[in-house]
């Protein structure tokens, strides 16, 4: 069970398409920014799905290329889909920066450079921002599911600026350093 799972049989329920589609579809929706998913992973889920019995493969003659296969969902598919979405909604949410790693670690150096750290972590938060905004822009047409991600985003990187100010300021301040200036 897996959020790679949800993605693809999602898109195939939405519509039959070939694997090399499916791919073009994740890049067209951006999952690759805000969930764990490759374009090789693509490719050996949808072979698993299939095997498993929750996608249907056609092989359809291509126009000027040679024929491909279409998957479409199965009746079992929609159930395991149906099954991901409230197994995913019911799960506690969880946020996962790898970031947090470095911030567990400020206190083991010199306190100047970890003051440096934070102003990178800002800036590369704030570099990522303009990211998303310029994603969202230049996807303004896709459905509001999609573009609900992009304001989620939008939000989620705001939050993490405020509180790394927070952060920073309470690191300035605290006197249990271990490695003190």
């Known amino acids: ?23 073009k ?7 690759p ?31 000027r290329l040679a024929d491909k296969a279409v998957y479409s969902i199965t009746e079992k598919g929609r159930a395991y889909f149906e099954e991901l979405m409230n197994t995913y909604v019911n799960q506690p949410i969880s946020f996962l920066f790898d970031f947090n790693v470095v911030i567990t670690n400020l206190n083991k150096i010199d306190k100047k450079h970890a003051l440096d750290l934070v102003n990178k972590l800002r800036s590369n938060i704030i570099a990522s921002a303009k990211t998303n905004d ?6 303004a047409d896709i459905p509001l599911v999609g573009r609900t991600i992009f304001e989620q985003q939008r939000m989620l990187y705001r939050a993490l600026l405020e509180w790394l100010d927070l952060f920073e300021i309470q690191f300035k301040e605290d006197g249990h350093y271990g490695n003190k200036m």
């Open 1 to 23: 069970m897996s959020a790679i799972d949800l993605a693809i049989l999602g898109m195939v329920l939405e519509k039959p398409q070939s694997a090399y589609d499916l791919q």
């Open 33 to 63: 920014r805000w969930t764990k998913i490759s374009t090789p992973s693509i490719y050996r889920k949808v072979i698993q799905l299939r095997k498993e019995g929750y996608l249907h493969c056609d092989i359809v003659k291509g126009d």
């Open 25 to 31: 579809d994740v890049d067209y929706h951006q999952f």
């Open 134 to 139: 310029e994603y969202a822009a230049k996807y």
